[in-house]
């Protein structure tokens, strides 16, 4: 532990700026306008591979954006750990929102304050400096594999096929990942669940042209007014999802873990209060983090029609749009979701409206045993870099490829992460506490000298 801590200690400083570079190129893989700027991070994290001590490291083509694969291959006889992360980021408005250019990374009040700041370049990077400091401490004690994606933020879609395709390449006893949140600073928590995710985009159309509200208003269904009338009919007075067979295969957890689910330390005044709402809203019967744990959901993610830009403009729409996702738990199919909603919103559609719906994206959630060696390794890792026992924790968000892993590769994925909610990822100022940047390269070579234990 003294060797780890003094080798960060004495690299502190070029950690970051190295982390600054890799921040400063604007990676969104959702915008044609940055597709230059996802080679040029791709490239960067394949030198920066090299630099730490990898053997080989290459940018791979792939049908999308190229995957960065390095290795370090110690002895054959030694356990193999294969790291994921993305080094794509979501975009980045709305603009002014944010307190300083969210690719000008910057440090205020102990946090680095930027895109990709904790999602997932500072946690990715965290790795590749761990990575560096095994190789120069001379006690890398496995053999590591980098698989470093750039499309995670748009649902992963040409990672499977990468994976179907290098099935040897990418060989290894678990995937170690650092790409979700901590309870918090001093609570510190192991993701055990992911949630699993259908997220589509619907288009109500009602006359053939944007019509004057005044000489039509009342005589002409409004595609906005009855997009938002079918959208609230989506949920009932208990905020559960209408749909119907929505909940079909939904797996019911038993009372025992929701007692033990329980006793995680939450405050639901400090939630509020950082959200700054006076009364959470969610399904009836069902407690904050269970909702988000081991519930499905249903959000509208995105909403327009008619007139939006400054002042007034006396428009009845011609068309109405929404992006909606649904977050989904184990057995829940992705496809038979969309499905599912995809009849359903086509029924609803009242007369006179034509409705289309297609799906963007999704996937299956996903479920960590805490029974495994790589779960007792992190367990045990986190036990010493933070004096605490870390908590198993199911959350809210979805990486839908690690299913694929398992699907695909055969490979468990365990999910180290060190974000913190109050990080505000994929939103204006998004930020990563240097803390936790700091304490994750601490941790992870404990992580790897205890799963080489664990699997002997
Ligand atoms: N890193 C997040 C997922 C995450 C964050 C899981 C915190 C658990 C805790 C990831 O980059 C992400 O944003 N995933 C997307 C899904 C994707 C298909 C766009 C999500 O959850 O919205
Ligand atoms: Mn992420
Ligand atoms: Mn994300």
């Known amino acids: 532990m003294e060797t780890i801590k003094n080798y960060v200690e004495e690299n502190r400083k070029r950690f970051l700026d190295e982390l600054f570079d890799l921040i400063r190129i604007p990676s969104i893989s959702a915008k044609v306008e940055n597709e230059d700027d996802m080679y040029t991070t791709a490239a960067f994290i394949k030198d920066a591979l090299i630099e730490a001590g990898a053997d080989h490291a290459e940018v791979k ?5 190229p995957v960065v694969y390095g290795h370090k291959i110690v002895d054959e006889a030694l356990p193999t750990v294969l790291v994921y992360g993305h080094y794509d980021v979501q975009p980045v408005e709305p ?33 590749v400096k761990a990575f560096e400091l095994m190789n120069r401490t001379g006690s890398l004690n496995c053999n590591v594999k980098f698989m470093i994606e750039g499309e995670e933020e748009i649902g992963s879609p040409s990672l499977k096929e990468f994976c179907q395709k290098n099935k040897d390449l990418l060989k290894a006893d678990v995937i170690l990942i650092s790409d979700t949140t901590m309870i ?18 619907v288009e109500v159309t009602g006359p053939n042209r944007d019509l004057h509200s005044g000489l039509y ?7 906005a007014n009855l997009l938002a009338k079918m959208i609230a009919s989506l949920t009932d007075e208990n905020n559960h999802i209408t749909i119907p067979g929505f909940y079909d295969d939904v797996m019911e957890v038993s009372d025992g873990e929701r007692a033990e689910m329980a006793k995680a330390p939450f405050s639901l005044d ?10 959470v809203v969610g399904e009836k019967g069902f407690a904050t983090n269970e909702r988000t744990g081991i519930r499905p959901s249903l959000d509208v993610n995105g909403i327009w029609s008619g007139y939006t830009g400054e002042g007034a403009k006396t428009v009845l729409p011609s068309k109405a749009h929404a992006k909606i996702s649904m977050r989904l738990v184990p ?20 007369e006179g409206t034509k409705v289309e719906v ?9 479920g960590t ?14 036990e010493v870099s933070f004096g605490k026992q870390p908590i198993p924790v199911r959350s809210g968000g979805s990486i839908p490829i690690v299913s694929d892993f398992e699907e695909v590769l055969g490979i468990k994925s365990i999910l180290m992460g060190f974000g913190l909610d109050s990080d505000a990822i994929h939103s204006p100022n998004e930020n990563y506490p240097l803390f936790n940047f700091y304490k994750g390269i601490e941790t992870i070579p404990l992580f790897y000298r205890f799963f080489a234990e664990e699997m002997k």
């Open 369 to 382: 045993p805490v029974d495994f060696p790589a779960y007792r390794a992190a367990s045990r890792a986190i």
């Open 61 to 65: 083509e792939t049908s999308g954006f």
């Open 331 to 350: 057995n829940q199919d992705s496809k038979k979701i969309d499905e599912l909603f995809i009849n359903h919103f086509r029924r609803i559609a009242p």
């Open 95 to 127: 603009l002014d929102l944010w307190e300083s250019p969210p690719f000008e990374p910057e440090i205020r009040d102990g946090k680095i304050y930027a895109r990709g700041a904790d999602d997932d370049k500072g946690q990715l990077y965290m790795h």
């Open 358 to 366: 297609k799906s963007l994206h999704g996937g299956q959630g996903y």
């Open 217 to 223: 208003g009342g005589a002409v269904g409004n595609p």
């Open 270 to 279: 400090d939630y509020k209060q950082a959200l700054d709402i006076n009364e």
């Open 184 to 201: 918090s600073q001093d609570i510190p928590s192991i993701t055990v669940g992911l949630r699993g995710l259908s997220f589509l985009e």
